[in-house]
């Protein structure tokens, strides 16, 4: 099965004409004339493009850009994703887990990780806008899909149209929801968001009383689920965490009958009273680590890499890169590869003199990135490493142990804007 972010219609490369047969005339040759000196020239036939070679097992092969002509690919391990939501899940019981799939599945890609998850078992999906439920109505044709973001002003029937759950989170969209729903006798489901920290969407507590009164009060009122979310559950020992939790204890006695879900990644792993009925990781799904202080329980799931395209020798005291801010302590071999801050490589990893920055790995071995990171290219001192490299040749920028939490380190930012990042430049597998 292949998965395809968009498809892009490839033109065929035009074959060379065919050799006329014997004794007749030679096809015309093309002649143009440059203008510096006037002196004809005779261009060559056109060469025919190589044909394009089948790409290696046991690799499904996205239809994005082709291996052949790309700076960089990216390779996404689905089965490390199910065994991360199915480590979730076992943690989680006997709370469901849901799957958090929005902004393309954290960088990850929305089909493939959402039908691999619905493969698994997993019922409930969340994204953050309505495009994305489409996608994802797509790829689990039977799931239930809650869109966080709620309903924009007037995009009540888009829900319908797709059978996706609203995330309602103030009372504007109640009573719009509610509006469109009586109008359309439209049963879908909903869920009600409450505030209990964040600050950021969802009703306010205090609204819950009456709201639950309203809702009992409906017979068909289509509330399918109560939630709230964590402000800090990556700090177990934040006194929110709790507040949050007995605050939303109160909201499950109102809202008796109804399912109730609170925690992210993070709060799968504060203790069990976290957990309620529902869990909706995200970040540990793509291989992050969930936990500050423990080693990472998730397996990792995105490699990236990108493509050599020269290695050159530098003499001491030359300078690398924009802005000159790294300088070889002695003769050096650099290399540079076709990775950018437009594929979603942060300058931040980039280096100067003053400043370590990322690493990459080169036939095994982690190389220091060096100078700032330009839009397009990247540079590595090889000077420790003892074979020769090739133009062409793979450096690995993601994976072989480096991972999504050490990035976000280099880059001074947090996982999440590592990986939600990951440009689109890429040649796409996804590894089943
Ligand atoms: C409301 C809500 N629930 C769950 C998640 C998943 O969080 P995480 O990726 O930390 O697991 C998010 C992510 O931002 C969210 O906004």
């Known amino acids: 099965m292949l998965f395809g972010r968009r498809k892009l219609k490839t033109k065929r490369p035009t074959p060379a004409p065919p050799a006329p047969p014997p004794g007749e005339a030679e096809p015309p040759t093309v002649t143009i004339t440059p203008s510096s000196d006037g002196a004809p020239v005779t261009t060559p036939p056109p060469i025919a493009a190589e044909p394009a070679r089948p790409l290696p097992p046991p690799f499904m092969a996205g239809d994005t850009l082709p291996a052949a002509e790309v700076g960089a690919d990216l390779t996404v391990d689905c089965t490390a994703v199910t065994h991360n939501w199915r480590t979730l899940a076992s ?243 650099i290399a540079i590869v076709a990775v950018g801050y437009a594929d979603g490589f942060s300058r931040p990893i980039g280096s100067s003199d003053a400043r370590r920055g990322g690493e990459a790995v080169v036939h095994g071995k982690r190389c220091p990135i060096i100078g700032r990171v330009s839009m397009d290219l990247l540079a590595i001192d090889i000077t420790e490493l003892t074979k020769d490299v090739h133009r062409g040749e793979w450096v690995t920028l993601l994976g072989e142990g480096i991972g999504v939490d050490e990035m976000a380190g280099w880059a001074r930012t947090i996982n999440y804007d590592v990986l939600t990042r990951l440009g689109h430049r890429f040649h796409r597998v996804w590894k089943r």
């Open 91 to 333: 943690r989680a019981a006997p709370a469901d887990c849901a799957a958090v799939v929005k902004a393309d599945a954290y960088g990850c890609g929305l089909e493939p990780i959402t039908s691999t998850l619905a493969a698994a078992g997993c019922s409930t999906f969340f994204v953050a806008q309505l495009a994305e439920a489409r996608r994802a109505r797509a790829a689990a044709p039977a799931a239930v899909i809650y869109v966080l973001n709620g309903i924009a002003p007037g995009s009540a029937q888009y829900f319908a149209e797709i059978d996706a759950r609203p995330v309602i989170g103030n009372l504007g969209e109640l009573t719009e929801w509610d509006a469109f729903r009586t109008v359309h006798s439209w049963r879908g489901g909903a869920a009600l968001h409450f505030d209990t920290g964040m600050n950021r969407l969802g009703l306010p507590m205090e609204e819950a009383a009456s709201l639950a009164g309203r809702v009992r009060s409906m017979p068909n009122h289509g509330i399918s689920l109560v939630m709230s979310h964590f402000a800090c559950a990556d700090e177990p020992k934040h006194p929110l965490n709790q507040k949050q939790i007995r605050d939303f204890q109160e909201i499950r006695v109102m809202f008796r009958g109804v399912a109730a879900s609170l925690a992210n990644s993070a709060g799968i792993f504060l203790d069990s009273s976290a957990h309620f009925d529902l869990v909706r990781p995200g970040i540990a799904l793509y291989g992050a680590n969930p936990t500050v202080a423990n080693v990472n329980p998730m397996r990792p799931v995105v490699e990236l890499r990108g493509r050599l395209l020269q290695a050159r020798i530098i003499p001491e005291g030359a300078t690398v890169g924009y802005g000159a801010t790294w300088t070889a302590k002695r003769v050096s071999r």
